[in-house]
């Protein structure tokens, strides 16, 4: 027994690489599958099926699946786009919540088969599988738990059916890195035909443990990814950022006493800076989509996401210990657009760029304290590009410090650590200082290190010496990394608004020569209209500006616009609610019918406008309020027309999918345009709340 106890120790000590002297772990640790995902750092998450036809985030599981037909549909050109972003992997949905399975599944006809791409014989997920293998990208599947297509969900035959859909998937498909669930579950649904509400326990209704044991048996490397995990976790927002702060580890909590938590069911708020000393280990996952939505929609074209919007997601997602999952949408004809390709491409450029080169390197490197006296543990170890050969203290020794003597004058804006995560998430605040002026100046602070850490820097920093203090940890340390790069100078792009006179302004951060701009939706040049000063936009547009400095030029900047508002009022109704004017004031102002009594149930809640003129409407917009409140988010509406301010008729009627954990401006587009002097809008149901919120209405418009 005493010799099996020997060999077991043993064996632990070479499966975490530790060795004699080596620090003893802290709290609880990764597992293999979750230490590849770390690595990663950024993949992407890829939604295609009936929504790129219906223009919707949720189709409502009534969609014909011949809609889908992508004629030009080429995997290859998806995933290479995103490993020309620097992305090491991509999860395909299989199946969103409209249940249409982009795979001849056997567990129901709603499938990729009945279509008519490639003769009904397409299997979309096998065709990422091999544009992965040729580019040697890490395959992850998503398959919707919420089917609003399927008769029997909410019935425990729906979920012996779902689980055989992830046995399908886990079996054809080769190795996964990651098992991807949401937490989007039970509501209004076609149900084979039934049209109705339905309502699960979401504690209960999936059996999780039971389900994510399929993974655990059959993709024993994958990370399974949730609200409560098991082993990564939501972040909280689909803003694509974690906290400042931000802990590996995380005990998920119900947002009801006494009850379990689990997908769909906690307090996700949590997520966005875990739990020190957490029960699980269990990192964030932060995803946004490179569009506003996570479907393709035309209107979005000018609305991507810039390489250097891209560049600060990194720094608020990898930067703070998460992963970054980053939303693709192709298009109906099944490719990326060329705006997306671009945008990707250029942001891995980016990438390289900063990172290639570390100013540390080369450095006379000295520590406080180095961990037995031992070269296995010393200071060397920091720039090595090792994740895990790390430098240690001793274990009493807790607030080590350690100079960093460059050869030369550097200059940088970026700071890396990283901790050796086999060993836990130990250090819990830390300080950077340079040598300036012949003293030493603090320069940065943070708390939480992890797996990564980045410290973007207001200013270029040049130095001959740099300091890491750590200033907060609970056990001796074990760093792995420590980096200093110099992320390229780049001209900020301009920000482009309207008042509530219906006047657009473009302004920077810090002056520049000049801005130019487009109204067309054009790309803006050095021979476009130069801004001076305010201007109007009666009709509204797509405007694009550029701001130039010597021989820089920033990005683009876009601002799409509806008709402008400054005749328009509002129209007397019971039902308006308090500050009707905000919703149409051009600011993130609210109008509100919340009432104080929050006892009191959700009424149906109007707001009636008079545009000043008849218009050719051609859609409708609805911007959420923008505080992070979902109380009286609108999630059903109907838009009404008229022409006399009497007489009204239906324009359009639908849900907001998704508008809790997405609150961006909602446009609804009508399938011909109509003409109106009056518009109504109503909201039927919010998320939370006895009554409705909008921060604006609006209305786009056509010759």
């Known amino acids: 027994m005493k010799k099996w106890f020997l060999l077991a120790a043993l064996a632990a000590r070479a499966v975490t690489g530790l060795g004699q002297n080596a620090p003893a772990p802290y709290g609880v640790l990764p597992t293999p599958a979750q230490l590849n995902w770390h690595q990663m750092e950024m993949y992407c998450i890829i939604h295609f099926g009936v929504d790129t036809y219906t223009n919707k985030e949720w189709g409502y599981g009534d969609e014909d699946p011949k809609l889908v037909n992508p004629a030009k549909f080429d995997a290859a050109q998806i995933v290479g786009a995103a490993k020309a972003g620097g992305f090491k992997g991509v999860v395909v949905v299989a199946k969103h919540h409209d249940g249409l399975c982009l795979w001849p599944t056997q567990t129901t006809e709603h499938n990729i088969s009945q279509s008519n791409w490639r003769n009904g014989k397409g299997d979309m997920v096998k065709e990422y599988q091999l544009a992965c293998q040729k580019l040697g990208m890490q395959l992850g599947l998503y398959c919707s738990p919420w089917d609003r297509n399927n008769a029997y969900y909410g019935q425990a035959k729906y979920v012996e059916i779902y689980r055989n859909q992830l046995k399908e998937l886990y079996t054809r498909y080769g190795k996964l890195f990651a098992s991807w669930h949401d937490g989007a579950n039970g509501g209004d649904g076609y149900y084979g035909g039934s049209r109705e509400v339905r309502k699960i326990d979401r504690t209960t209704y999936y059996g999780w443990p039971q389900t994510w044991a399929i993974t655990r048996r059959l993709q024993p490397s994958a990370i399974l990814f949730g609200d409560v995990g098991p082993d990564v976790r939501w972040v909280g927002n689909e803003e694509g950022h974690a906290g400042e702060t931000c802990w590996a580890t995380y005990t998920p909590q119900a947002p009801e006493p006494g009850k379990e938590p689990a997908n769909g069911f906690t307090k996700y708020e949590l997520g966005v800076q875990g739990t020190r000393n957490g029960k699980y280990w269990m990192p964030a996952e932060c995803d946004v989509s490179l569009r506003p939505g996570w479907f393709y929609h035309a209107s979005q074209n000018s609305q991507v996401k810039s390489p250097y919007e891209l560049l600060d997601l990194y720094y608020k997602s990898v930067g703070r210990g998460a992963n970054l999952d980053l939303g693709l949408s192709p298009n109906p004809d099944g490719l990326l657009n060329a705006e997306d390709v671009q945008s990707l491409q250029q942001f891995g450029s980016l990438l390289k760029q900063t990172f290639a080169i570390n100013l540390a390197k080369g450095a006379k490197i000295t520590g406080s304290n180095i961990r037995a006296k031992s070269a296995k543990f010393g200071t060397k170890n920091l720039v090595d590009n090792d994740r895990y050969s790390y430098w240690a203290s001793d274990d009493r020794v807790k607030t080590p410090e350690v100079i960093f003597a460059l050869p030369n004058n550097r200059t940088f804006n970026v700071v890396r650590l990283r901790e050796n995560i086999k060993l836990g998430q130990r250090i819990e605040s830390f300080a950077v200082d340079a040598w300036l002026n012949g003293a030493w100046k603090q320069i940065a602070a943070a708390t939480s290190i992890g797996a990564n850490r980045l410290i973007r820097l207001p200013q270029n920093v040049t130095t001959t ?49 000049a801005i130019y701009y487009t109204v067309n939706g054009d790309r803006p040049t050095l021979q476009s209209t130069q801004y001076s000063s305010l201007f109007n936009l009666p009709n509204g547009g797509v405007v694009k500006a550029i701001a130039v400095e010597g021989n820089k030029q920033s990005e683009i900047a876009t601002g799409t616009f509806g008709l402008s508002k400054a005749a328009w009022h509002i129209m007397p109704d019971a039902s308006t609610g308090s500050k009707p004017e905000n919703a149409i004031d051009e600011s993130k102002s609210i ?63 639908g849900e907001f999918s998704n508008i809790k954990a997405n609150p961006l401006e909602q446009t609804v587009t009508l399938k011909q345009p109509v003409k109106a002097r009056y518009i109504q809008f109503k909201a039927l149901h919010v998320i939370a709340g006895n009554g409705a919120t909008a921060a604006e209405i609006g209305v786009l418009t056509t010759k």
């Open 465 to 513: 010496k740099v300091r890491l203090r750590i200033t907060g940890s609970p056990v001796c340390i074990a760093l792995s990394d420590f980096g200093l790069f110099k992320e390229p100078a780049h001209l900020t792009a301009p920000v482009i608004s309207r008042n509530r006179e219906g006047k657009l302004s473009i302004i920077t951060t810090a002056p520049v020569s």
């Open 591 to 653: 109008w509100s019918t919340l009432k104080a009594d929050t006892a009191s149930n959700f009424a149906p809640a109007q707001l009636s406008i008079d545009l000043g003129a008849v218009q050719n409407i051609s859609a409708f917009t609805y911007l959420p309020r923008q505080d992070k409140s979902a109380v009286g988010l609108v999630d059903r509406y109907v838009f009404f027309i008229s022409t006399d301010g009497q007489q009204w008729q239906q324009a359009a009627a």
